[in-house]
């Protein structure tokens, strides 16, 4: 990897400085309770990341942990809350799985849009809504 043990030492010192570390040269090198709490969240965005990639786009669990990890690096801190947020609020809700992730769901499996989301898109009125009954009976809207 073309690093130097200098750099591998000022490195974990910085890491010390911070507060997310204990370390002493040449001694055993432990977390803080701060570098425990910023090392679980990260990983729990990743899972949740992977987690949306898995079950809602149907990406295959492979593809999702490289894209995870691509993903929560290429947008920003605010884009990357805003993502989890929706995530864990799709898992919550009572909903559980809106008819338009279904219809998402289908549309990836048959490579085209079901007769029924064409009727809804139809309908849309003037704010993007559908007008049609069908978007409604299985979702909270």
């Known amino acids: 990897m073309g690093i130097g043990p200098s750099s591998v030492s000022e490195a974990l010192k910085n890491l010390g400085e911070r507060g997310f570390i204990n370390y002493a040269p040449y001694e055993l090198i432990t ?22 990639l898995v079950n809602i786009l149907k990406v295959s669990p492979e593809a999702a942990e490289e894209n995870a990890n691509l993903l929560e690096h290429a947008i920003t801190g605010d884009t990357l809350d805003k993502f989890v947020k929706f995530f864990q609020f799709s898992q919550i809700c009572p909903c559980k799985e809106p008819k338009w992730i279904k219809g998402y769901h289908k549309y ?24 049609s009954k069908c978007c409604y009976e299985y979702c909270c809207l």
């Open 108 to 131: 990836c499996e048959q490579g085209k849009i079901s007769s029924s989301c064409k009727e809804c898109i139809k309908s849309k009125d003037n704010n993007g809504y559908a007008r």
């Open 31 to 52: 977390l803080t309770e701060l570098g425990y709490d910023i090392a679980k969240g990260l990983i729990e965005r990743q899972e949740i990341i992977q987690n949306f």
